[in-house]
């Protein structure tokens, strides 16, 4: 399912507006994830996640100062990032990874790419949205 995008170049805000950032990359997946603790992160039935393949960390237009970052202490990797003023989610850089996690209803631009699947599907709420033809994994896509 790899797709061969243009280099994206998008934009993005909080909802109270103090943070502003921009993100450069190639799209690399864009998927609802139905577990847990993306549940909990969001309060919403499921995460909505575009993955950019970057070369660096997002570039904070403003608020830097303002974004508090949370890693889930028995995770291996599972972390968050929001906007202490109003707590929206903001994207999140794994450098040891080299891609950006975009929490995709912060973009102020349009998504590359539209999403692929559903994953964590195993771990959803029963009362999740779900109607749809998207494929459905159980736990993590098949990587490709
Ligand atoms: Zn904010
Ligand atoms: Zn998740």
């Known amino acids: 399912m790899s797709q061969h995008a243009e280099t994206s170049n998008l934009t993005g805000s909080c909802l109270c507006g103090a943070v502003r950032f921009r993100v450069q990359g190639q799209p690399l997946r864009f998927y609802h994830c139905h577990c847990q603790r993306c549940r909990k992160a969001n309060g919403t039935g499921h995460a909505t996640n ?7 960390d997002v570039e904070w237009i403003s608020g830097a100062e303002l974004i508090q970052r949370f890693k889930v202490p028995d995770a291996e990797r599972f972390s968050t990032a929001f906007c202490t003023t109003c707590g929206s989610p903001l994207p999140r850089y794994y450098a040891a990874r080299g891609f950006t996690v975009i929490p995709a209803g ?21 009362w999740s949205c779900a ?13 490709t």
């Open 50 to 56: 575009l993955l950019l393949e970057t070369s660096g």
């Open 106 to 126: 912060v973009l102020d631009s349009e998504p590359p790419i539209m999403p692929q699947a559903r994953i964590f599907f195993g771990s959803r709420a029963a």
């Open 131 to 143: 109607d749809d033809v998207l494929p459905v994994h159980d736990t993590y896509a098949p990587t």
